[in-house]
């Protein structure tokens, strides 16, 4: 984990904000997974395109702060056919939480 890549990704509202969206999908994105395949287990993933609409950003910004989450560890991505799912990667979250309460 490099902490200084967290700490980029969080340094920008629009990213804080979807982060914040991911963790209850539910409430704020309609119903998921049309285009995941039966047997893929993806609970909880977001399509781009409905992050996208509600970040009220352009898809190709928000591509980008979707990737640099993901390169980060705080985002997990599924990809099928054309459609890309994100979601929260929780266990890194919870060890990133962890690294600030111990080490900082």
């Known amino acids: ?9 969080l340094s920008n509202d629009t990213r804080l904000h979807i982060l914040g969206w991911l963790k209850e999908p539910e ?7 049309a285009h995941i395949p ?3 287990d993806f609970a909880g ?8 609409e509600k970040a ?3 898809q190709s910004t928000v591509s980008s702060y979707l990737n640099m989450m993901l390169k980060a560890g705080l985002l997990e991505s599924y990809r099928y056919g054309q459609w890309t799912y ?3 990667n929780e266990e890194f979250i919870r060890q990133f939480a ?4 111990t080490e900082i």
Not at 45 to 52: E, L, R, T, Y
């Open 27 to 33: 409430k704020h994105f309609p119903a998921q997974g």
């Open 45 to 52: 993933g977001v399509c781009v395109g409905d992050i996208q």
């Open 56 to 58: 009220g950003a352009s």
């Open 38 to 40: 039966k047997g893929v």
């Open 86 to 88: 994100y979601r929260r």
């Open 1 to 9: 984990m490099k902490p200084i890549d967290v700490f980029k990704a």
């Open 98 to 101: 962890e690294y600030i309460r």
